[in-house]
């Protein structure tokens, strides 16, 4: 079974440029999550997709970051005119989804994309 | 405003020695507390988690401590290994782990021989 799978590993952008990462979740997973992280920081929430549903976009800047995950396909983040400031790793993961105290939602997350922006 | 407060930044432990990282949270709603792993150029791989119905879990060398009331949990790695050298993330959510993790800063383990 394999992990979560995110690609390109590294990817090199000029300023205004777009950038799009790619995620698979594993295998029976229905939801993923985009995390950013900074040099030296903590991973930050951005956006937590089902198949074809937003559920929660609120740690995603409202201008050029935009989400999705198809029914068929990856979950794509799309940064749309890149600037320096967006240069960071940026983190996939992807869970189950089920209820009550013993539930296994564990988020299992991908190797990330290194987005350079020049 | 931190949701999620991590300490030590850094932390240099001699081998077979115990490591102790500690996180304290202020959203009660929170009811998942795992702790994540991570190696230079890797993803985060999770190492353990607890939820608070529980004061205490381990799992060979690896046991968290849970304090609610004072809303603080602890990582305590036993006979720390050079190979335990990464960077170790507290985090928590809520709703048993459906929703987003709020992340700790980090801290970075090395074990010296």
């Known amino acids: 079974n394999a992990g979560v799978m995110q690609n390109p590993r590294h990817l090199v952008r000029r300023r205004g440029q777009e950038a799009r990462l790619r995620c698979s979740p594993m295998?029976?997973?229905?939801?993923v999550y985009w995390y950013r992280q900074l040099p030296e920081e903590g991973l930050k929430f951005m956006v937590y997709?089902?198949?074809?549903?937003?559920?929660?976009e609120s740690g995603m800047p409202k201008e050029r970051f935009s989400a999705e995950f198809p029914k068929e396909g990856p979950s794509i983040l799309r940064i749309q005119q890149v600037v320096r400031g967006d240069s960071a790793a940026y983190f996939c993961?992807?869970?189950?989804?089920?209820?009550?105290?013993?539930?296994?939602?564990?988020?299992?997350f991908g190797a990330g994309t290194r987005l350079s922006v020049l | 405003q931190q949701q999620v407060k991590q300490s030590p930044q850094s932390l240099i432990v001699q081998k077979g020695g115990i490591s102790i990282i500690n996180c304290a949270y202020e959203?009660?709603?929170?009811?998942?507390f795992p702790w994540y792993q991570q190696f230079p150029g890797k993803g985060p791989a999770l190492l353990i988690a607890?939820?608070?119905?529980?004061s205490e879990k381990k799992e060979g060398r690896f046991t968290i401590s849970f304090n609610k009331s004072a809303k603080q949990f602890s990582l305590h790695i036993m006979d720390s290994q050079p190979g335990d050298s990464a960077t170790y993330f507290c985090?928590?959510?809520?709703?048993?782990?459906?929703?987003?993790?709020?992340f700790g800063k980090g801290t970075r383990l090395s074990v010296i021989a």
């Open positions: 997709l089902q198949k074809e549903n937003i559920i929660d």
């Open positions: 295998k029976g997973h229905s939801h």
């Open positions: 959203n009660t709603a929170f009811d998942y």
């Open positions: 993961a992807s869970s189950p989804f089920s209820q009550g105290i013993s539930a296994k939602n564990i988020q299992y």
């Open positions: 985090a928590a959510s809520s709703n048993g782990g459906n929703t987003p993790l709020v």
């Open positions: 607890i939820r608070p119905d529980v």
